[in-house]
T-cell receptor
Framework: GENVEQHPSTLSVQEGDSAVIKCTYSDSASNYFPWYKQELGKRPQLIIDIRSNVGEKKDQRIAVTLNKTAKHFSLHITETQPEDSAVYFC?????????FGAGTTVTVRA | DADVTQTPRNRITKTGKRIMLECSQTKGHDRMYWYRQDPGLGLRLIYYSFDVKDINKGEISDGYSVSRQAQAKFSLSLESAIPNQTALYFCATQGQGSGNTIYFGEGSWLTVV
């Protein structure tokens, strides 16, 4: 999307290592930042989200951090497993409507 | 979720033909969206609707039109398909009770030859 930049576009990690994906946004009024995971041939599905009044959120091996001042947020996956291989999309929203990043293809090597 | 159903799932059509992609949902959500997915470009918003009488253009609406026939139905039309409209199309819904969470349909592969 035109409002969100996502890096890197591809990421290869060894099983058990961590993976980090970063996104930057431009609209200071954005208040909702979800992350979606899309497995091959399937639809994107929400894995974690964060709102602008929170700096960090964690769910098992997945965590998201938000820096409102710098307008960037990141997805952290720890202890990566083969089933973490997928395309990950960040997104931002101000008034319900989501704008997505271009996606990061994550490959976890066994 | 099977609650958001797209038809057809796959379609090959010729340049210049009219094609309609249909979406229906049983989630009771007011907001519905059509996104297009291309490799390296992510998900781009084509059109969205917040209720039956509301239609809004997204970032790439040229060459597309939509119709919100009922709360549960939102269709996307390509009046005269062209090859660069070959893509994977997703319908999505969003409800007031779900915060901003968007739920996607299974996707419709469209190839224009």
């Amino acid at each position: 999307g035109e409002n969100v930049e996502q890096h890197p576009s591809t990421l290869s990690v060894q099983e058990g290592d961590s993976a980090v994906i970063k996104c930057t946004y431009s609209d200071s009024a954005s208040n909702y930042f979800p992350w979606y995971k899309q497995e091959l041939g399937k639809r994107p599905q929400l894995i974690i989200d964060i709102r602008s009044n929170v700096g960090e959120k964690k769910d098992q091996r997945i965590a998201v951090t938000l820096n409102k001042t710098a307008k960037h947020f990141s997805l952290h996956i720890t202890e990566t497993q083969p089933e973490d291989s997928a395309v990950y999309f960040c997104a931002e929203a101000r008034d319900y409507k989501l704008s997505f990043g271009a996606g990061t293809t994550v490959t976890v090597r066994a | 979720d099977a609650d958001v159903t797209q038809t057809p799932r796959n379609r090959i059509t010729k340049t210049g033909k009219r094609i309609m992609l249909e979406c229906s949902q049983t989630k009771g959500h007011d907001r519905m969206y059509w996104y297009r997915q291309d490799p390296g470009l992510g998900l781009r918003l084509i059109y969205y609707s917040f209720d039956v009488k509301d239609i809004n253009k997204g970032e790439i609406s040229d060459g597309y039109s939509v119709s919100r026939q009922a709360q549960a139905k939102f269709s996307l039309s390509l009046e005269s398909a062209i090859p660069n409209q070959t893509a994977l199309y997703f319908c999505a819904t969003q409800g007031q009770g779900s915060g901003n969470t968007i739920y996607f349909g299974e996707g419709s592969w469209l190839t224009v030859v």
